[in-house]
């Protein structure tokens, strides 16, 4: 069963860290293109980061340049995003996601995992 499971979420105060972990399983995460979303109460899932297959390439929105860090371990079947520096705004639930490209069209979500900022 192709399943992608989120953990490390919880709360910080600001200025503190996080470290998300999303685990794979029942396929192999080195063919994916990886990403980290976030969805805040009453607003869109955004971007936030994205990883390429070989971890050569990375992007970030601006919002979170220079505070987060993506990356993986596809021996570990694994991707991370660190997030230090952490806002209030950057409360919300994050998504790790795996996208094969368009030729196979594969493309899994986890089930979220909740961030909050907060004093």
């Known amino acids: 069963q192709v399943q992608l499971v989120e953990s490390g979420g919880g709360l910080v105060q600001p200025g503190g860290s996080l470290r998300l972990s999303c685990a794979a399983s029942g396929f192999t995460l080195s063919s994916y293109v990886m990403s980290w979303y976030r969805q805040a109460p009453g607003k869109e899932r955004e971007l936030v980061a994205a990883?390429?297959?070989?971890?050569?390439?990375?992007n970030y929105a601006d919002s979170v340049k220079g505070r987060f860090t993506i990356s993986r371990d596809n021996a570990k079947n694994t991707a991370y995003l660190q997030m230090n520096s952490l806002k209030p705004e950057d409360t919300a639930v994050y998504y790790c996601?795996?996208?094969?490209?368009?030729?196979?069209?594969?493309?899994?979500w986890g089930q979220g995992t909740q961030v909050t900022v907060s004093s």
């Open positions: 996601n795996a996208y094969s490209g368009s030729y196979y069209g594969y493309d899994y």
């Open positions: 990883i390429t297959s070989s971890g050569g390439s990375t």
